[in-house]
């Protein structure tokens, strides 16, 4: 009996594509995955995760430190800034106290250069506390770094102009009485005028030149300058300017002149103290 044979013709297997799938053959897949690596020993998981921390190392510290710099800039003022903020003002204070000395130094340098017959002369710089500039009283209360030689009677420099004189020293700080206060008596000389006369204070922010005959002539807005005073000022240095001229109502023969100060005594923040033939 002849074999019979029989062909069975087998299809080809198609190649699938991955765009094929379903979205559930997808699913199931991931969930076997999932069971695979649920049950599969510790110690196998452990070695896949640190052989993708190896891998990925550079790009995940990439991202740990945009992290923690969003941290830092997130975080509120006060926490981990607190200490840099610190050492940046104290920074800040060492740099305008620097500033401030050049500006004492530079103030200095430049008053020796203007008044070279104060040649023998001593300049301290004193910061302005307090004013009083009424009509019966005219002062100014001063803080002095430097209080060695500071003595009643010495002239007070504001705007590189004489404002006054120490009337008290208390240290550190010393009151400055000045032109202007009723109290104040300084020898001047107006203009070009070879003649001293007494200047004293009236309050208001001025001063009064009496006793001038009006033969002389005096016209308003001529310079004003406190006669050098052995022991105090070697030269004659500006006060003030004539602010009026008229005659005087009591002797029409005399003139009655009001001096104004050179300077806004009232916005002054720092005075300069001359002291003549200093010890140091």
């Known amino acids: 009996m002849a074999r019979m044979r029989i062909r069975v013709r087998v299809p080809k297997r198609s ?5 094929s799938l379903s979205r559930p053959m997808l699913f199931t897949w991931f969930m076997l995955a999932g069971f ?7 110690n196998l998981t452990n070695n896949f995760q640190f052989a993708f921390t190896r891998v990925f190392r550079w790009p995940l510290t990439i991202g740990r430190n945009i992290s923690l710099y969003a941290r830092t800039r997130r975080s509120a003022p006060g926490t981990t800034n607190r200490k840099e903020s610190q050492y940046q003002n104290y920074i800040a204070n060492l740099e305008e106290q620097l500033r401030q000395k050049h500006r004492e130094v530079e ?6 250069d203007r008044f070279h017959a104060l040649e023998n002369a001593g300049f301290v710089v004193a910061d302005v ?12 209360t001063i803080y002095c770094r430097k209080e060695h030689g500071l ?7 504001g705007d590189n ?3 006054g004189t120490i009337s008290d020293v208390s240290a550190p700080n010393a009151k400055v009485r000045l032109f202007t206060d009723p109290a104040s008596k300084i020898p001047v000389r107006i203009g070009k005028l070879n003649i001293d006369k007494v200047m004293q204070g009236s309050g208001n922010d001025s001063a009064k030149i009496q006793l001038l005959s009006t033969k002389h002539k005096v016209n308003v807005g001529d310079k004003v ?5 052995p022991g105090f000022l070697d030269a004659s240095m500006i006060i003030g300017t004539v602010a009026r001229c008229r005659r005087d109502d009591a002797n029409p023969l005399l003139w009655d002149i009001t001096v104004k100060p050179v300077c806004d005594i009232e916005r002054l923040n720092s005075v300069t103290v001359i ?6």
């Open 107 to 112: 103030e200095l340098s430049k008053l020796r």
């Open 151 to 157: 003595a009643k009677g010495q002239f007070v420099l």
């Open 225 to 229: 300058v406190a006669r050098k005073k």
């Open 36 to 42: 695979i690596l649920l049950f599969v020993p510790q």
């Open 129 to 140: 506390i307090r004013s009083s500039i009424e009509r019966a009283h005219c002062e100014l």
């Open 15 to 19: 190649k699938m594509r991955l765009g």
């Open 161 to 163: 102009s004489i404002i």
């Open 275 to 280: 002291i003549m033939n200093p010890q140091d």
